[in-house]
C-alpha cells in the first residue's frame, strides 16, 4: 500500500474501511453503544393493555417490554432465572395473565416477579424477590419506549432530550409537533445490506442530495447546494416556493399539525439522536426512523409516519406524504450499500475524506471512537 494522501484544510479523514466490516468492531460497537446508551425500542401507544408486551433485540440482548396491570409499562430482559431460557418468544402478543417460560414453566406476573414454579413450594429456603426478571431501565419520551440494558444508564436528559436541543436549539422547540399525541399512518421495514454507521453518517449530510434525491430537492431546493439542514444550529430547510407541502409532487399536504409555529410552517427539520434515531419534523407529520443494527453489514430500519390521529382514523389518502421519504429512504439505503460493498477494498483501508458541508460528520466518528475506548 501506497502512504495516506496528505489532506488540505478542506478535508478530513473518515474512520478506516475495517470500522464498518470487522466482526470484532461490531462486537464491541453492540457491548459499549447499543448497550450502553439509551435505544427507543417501540411505540408505547402499541403495547396497549394488559398483559400487552413487545419483545425487541438491544445489542445482543433482547428485551421484552410489557403493560401490567397497573398501565405502567416496564422492561425486562427476556430470560428465564431458572435456565435462561427465553420467556416471549413471539415479537408481540397478549399475555393472558403472566408471563411463562415455556420450558419449565417458570411464571413472572407482569411486574417481573417470581410468581409460580413446579415445586417452588417445597423449596422454602427460595427467596423468590431474588429471582423475578431482571428489569431494564426504561424512559418514555416522544411516543416511544427508550429502554437502556446499562447497570447505570447515561442521563437521559444529556444524550436523549439534549440532542434534540442541540439540534433545534432548545428542548422545547420539539413540543409544538406533540408526537406523542401523533399515531402511526404508515411504517416500512427496511432491510439494509450496510453498516449501521454508514446509515447515520447518510442521514447526516446532504453533499449526495443532488445527485440521488431528485424529489426531495425539489421540494428543498436549498439541499441541492449541498448543505444539510443539521449542518446548522436551529436551522430548517425551507420549502419551495412553487410546493404546497411535503409530498412526493409537491403538492398540498395532509391537516398540519396545531402546535407547528409560524416560525416553522414551511420548514423540514433533521435530529439525529445517537445511536439509532432520526427525527424529521415538517408541518403535518412527523418521520420517526428507528436502526437495529443485526451485523457488521446488516441493518434493520424500522421507518414510521406519524399524523394527527384524524387524519389516521379518516381514511385519507398518506400515499403522497409517504412516498417522499419512502423514496429517499430507498435511494439512501442504496447508496449505504455501495458504500459498503467498498469498504473491505485496500482502497479504503485508511478510509475516505469528508469535504466542509460534511466536516459536522466528524463529531459522529469522535463519538463513536470515544465510546469505544471506554
Not at 496528505?6 to 478506516?16: A, D, F, N
Not at 475495517?18 to 446508551?37: G, W
Request: charged residues 20%.
Amino acid at each position: 500500500m501506497s502512504a495516506p494522501t496528505p489532506l488540505s484544510s478542506s478535508l478530513v479523514p473518515t474512520l478506516p474501511g475495517h470500522s464498518y466490516t470487522d466482526a470484532v468492531i461490531f462486537a464491541e460497537e453492540q457491548e459499549r453503544i447499543f448497550e450502553s446508551h439509551w435505544f427507543a425500542a417501540a411505540r408505547s401507544a402499541e403495547i396497549d393493555g394488559t398483559g400487552a408486551f413487545r419483545t425487541v433485540d438491544v445489542g445482543r440482548e433482547n428485551v421484552v417490554l410489557v403493560r401490567g396491570r397497573d398501565g405502567r409499562l416496564r422492561a425486562f430482559l427476556n430470560v428465564c432465572r431458572h435456565r435462561g431460557a427465553r420467556v416471549c418468544m413471539q415479537q408481540s402478543g397478549v399475555a393472558k395473565r403472566n408471563l411463562q417460560c415455556g420450558y419449565h414453566a417458570w411464571t413472572y406476573g407482569l411486574d417481573g416477579k417470581l410468581v409460580a414454579a413446579p415445586n417452588l413450594t417445597s423449596m422454602p429456603d427460595v427467596d423468590r424477590s431474588a429471582f423475578g426478571l431482571v428489569p431494564v431501565h426504561l424512559r418514555e419520551w416522544l411516543g416511544y419506549a427508550w429502554v437502556c440494558v446499562a447497570d447505570e444508564p447515561p442521563s437521559f436528559e444529556d444524550t436523549v432530550i439534549g440532542a434534540v436541543a442541540d439540534r433545534l436549539g432548545t428542548a422545547e422547540a420539539v413540543d409544538g409537533w406533540d408526537i406523542a399525541g401523533l399515531e402511526v399512518g404508515r411504517r416500512i421495514r427496511y432491510e439494509v445490506h450496510a453498516n449501521w454507521k454508514l446509515i447515520i453518517e447518510n442521514f447526516m449530510e446532504c453533499y449526495h442530495c443532488a445527485t440521488i434525491h431528485p424529489e426531495l430537492t425539489e421540494v428543498l431546493p436549498e439541499f441541492a447546494d449541498g448543505y444539510a439542514a443539521q449542518y446548522f444550529v436551529g436551522h430548517g430547510a425551507a420549502f419551495a416556493e412553487e410546493a404546497a407541502g411535503f409530498t412526493v409532487d409537491g403538492s398540498a399536504g395532509l391537516t398540519a399539525i396545531p402546535g407547528v409555529g409560524e416560525g416553522h410552517d414551511r420548514k423540514y427539520y433533521a435530529i439525529t439522536v445517537n445511536p439509532q434515531v432520526f427525527i424529521n419534523l415538517v408541518p403535518d407529520h412527523v418521520i420517526f426512523h428507528r436502526m437495529y443494527p443485526s451485523g457488521p453489514d446488516r441493518t434493520v430500519v424500522e421507518c414510521d409516519w406519524l399524523f394527527l390521529p384524524e387524519v389516521v382514523r379518516s381514511g385519507r389518502d398518506l400515499d403522497r406524504s409517504v412516498e417522499l421519504f419512502h423514496r429517499v429512504n430507498q435511494q439512501d439505503f442504496d447508496a449505504c450499500e455501495r458504500c459498503q460493498l467498498a469498504a473491505s477494498s485496500r482502497a479504503y483501508a485508511d478510509g475516505g475524506v469528508l469535504v466542509p458541508s460534511e466536516h459536522h460528520i466528524g463529531a459522529f466518528h469522535t463519538w463513536v471512537t470515544e465510546q469505544l475506548q471506554g
